[in-house]
């Protein structure tokens, strides 16, 4: 469990990196970033089963992976991928596995990151048509 001190150093970073987007008004989470990571192109897939709000969620949770730098892999994911898909090339392989192995930290600092985009989104949605 973080500490107090930690909570709001990971909150003040989360929050200069989300005031330093440039968001969409109207804000669209399809015009903000999709991904999934090939050689060709990142897309985000979600759900279609699950509501419109989550699978926002999880589209902002997947960007904000992206947008913190989230991108390692562990030598032991990297070793078995090389044996299990020895067809693809290597680099490849390498980001597909960043973009969906996270560490804890990682994924602590994707939540506000993702919570932090909809509510600027918002704020900005709001005084655009005030």
Partial sequence: MRSGRGDKRLWQRCR?????LDLPTPFDTARFGPLVTTDRADRILYPADTTPLHQQHIQLHEIAHLL?????????????????LPHLPAALVQ???GRTVYTEPQE????????????????LDRAAEG
């Avoid at 200069?16 to 330093?20: A, S, T």
């Avoid at 913190?68 to 299990?84: I, N, P, R």
């Fill in 108 to 123: 602590e600092e994707a939540e506000p990151v993702a919570s932090l985009i909809l509510n600027r989104a918002a704020q």
């Fill in 95 to 97: 980001r597909v596995l």
């Fill in 68 to 84: 913190c730098g989230h991108h390692e892999t562990s030598a032991a994911a990297s070793s078995a991928a090389q044996v299990l």
């Fill in 16 to 20: 200069v990196l989300v005031d330093d």
